[in-house]
């Protein structure tokens, strides 16, 4: 990044500011509001699975569904302890 | 049969009971029969903007409950021809609106020949505003160019695409986006978000851009809906918007600094 640049990003305006945060927000929401209702649900459960082999906490297990055209699918991500 | 259009916000005081005054006005004026009805039950305010007040005698509820039949609590506008209007109760709860009941004063409205139904909503996202939405073919929602406000479209949004009889039919709530309280010289300057920037965000049809305008509140002081003010921005952009919302095809106005410079020219768009 040139000086220059860092110079016209400093003096961005604040609407420009207010889109950006806008369309960050919007966007995370309407991805929460078309969750399923079942979605904490089965978060809860499948962490307990989980914990029967691994101990992991609440939130090294994250459920997250997208939805691509007319097929959703169903992304689990679990972090595992460091082993030592 | 009746087209039922709710104006909705989310967000509060950004125009809602100013733009249903305006808009059912407007459509009464080009000779459609219409009502609108104020459904901020507790916090009246459409009486007192169409300067009707002190001819209130029955309201809303009062019919839903059977205390008194549509004929006796709809109010005939003394500007506009085929306008009526029902006025909310004062005191009432506000949980007195039940689905049923308002189902029942729709269609009895319908059933009378009247051709639009307009919804003032409350604020919110709460009973009033959902009874108000419920039954839409159309929503209004009425934002201005700020944060907290655009978001809140989207929210209504969503639940209109969710939770309206229509979607829980498998169909559309036909919606549009109303800005209002624009002000092209902040935009222009960079200090507001701008009506490509909203539209942008919403991804919603563009229903008019109204200006922030002194007239606006010299119009509520006297109980005149903006509208009949024909010299004044605020009212020929809602007179557009009325004509978009019957179906013509009109050109944006009021939405930058100079009314026929290069300005505008270059930032016109058909939206
Ligand atoms: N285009 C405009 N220019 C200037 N002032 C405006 C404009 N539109 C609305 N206002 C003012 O904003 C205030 C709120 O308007 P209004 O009562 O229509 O909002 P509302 O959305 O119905 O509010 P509530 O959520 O409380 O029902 C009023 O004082 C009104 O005069
Ligand atoms: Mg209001």
Redesign the interface.
């Given at each position: 990044m040139s000086i220059f640049d860092y110079f016209r990003s400093a003096k961005k305006?604040?609407?420009?500011i207010?889109?950006e945060?806008?369309?960050i927000?919007?966007a995370h929401?309407?991805n929460q509001?078309n969750k399923p209702d079942y979605l904490p649900k089965l978060q809860q459960e499948l962490l307990e699975v989980i914990r029967k082999y691994v101990d992991v906490d609440q939130d090294q297990v994250e459920v997250q569904l997208d939805n691509n055209g007319n097929c959703s699918v169903l992304e689990l991500n679990i972090t595992l302890p460091d082993r030592v | 049969m009746a087209k039922i259009i709710v104006v909705t916000s989310g967000k509060g005081g950004v125009g809602k009971t100013t733009t249903s005054a305006a808009i059912s006005s407007g459509i009464a004026m080009r000779g459609h029969k219409t009502v609108v009805i104020d459904f901020d039950i507790g916090l009246r305010n459409l009486d007192i903007i169409m300067n009707c007040e002190r001819r209130v005698v029955y309201d809303f509820v009062n019919v839903i409950n059977g205390e008194a039949n549509l004929r006796q609590a709809l109010i005939k506008d003394k500007r506009a021809e085929n306008l009526y209007i029902l006025p909310a109760s004062q005191t009432r709860d506000k949980d007195a609106l039940t689905v049923e009941g308002v189902e029942r004063i729709l269609n009895e409205l319908a059933a009378d020949g009247f051709e639009y139904i307009i919804c003032d909503s409350p604020a919110g996202i709460e009973h009033g505003a959902f009874m108000a939405m419920y039954f839409a073919d159309m929503a209004i929602v009425v934002a201005n160019p700020e944060v907290s406000s655009v978001r809140d479209s989207d929210r209504i949004l969503g639940i209109l695409q969710s939770k309206s009889r229509r979607a829980e039919n498998g169909e559309r709530v036909e919606e549009c986006l109303l800005l209002t309280r624009y002000n092209p010289e902040r935009v222009a300057k960079g200090e507001m978000l701008g009506v490509q920037d909203v539209e942008e965000i919403l991804a919603t049809k563009l229903l008019g851009v109204i200006p922030e305008s002194e007239t606006v509140l010299k119009a509520s002081n006297q109980g005149i809906p903006v509208i009949h003010d024909i010299e004044s921005p605020a009212g020929q952009a809602y007179s557009d918007a009325v004509s978009r919302l019957l179906g013509e095809e009109v050109e944006h106005r009021f939405m930058s600094v100079e009314q026929k410079g290069l300005f505008k020219r270059l930032f016109r768009r058909s939206a």
């Open positions: 305006d604040t609407a420009s207010a889109k945060r806008l369309q927000i919007v929401e309407r509001r | -």
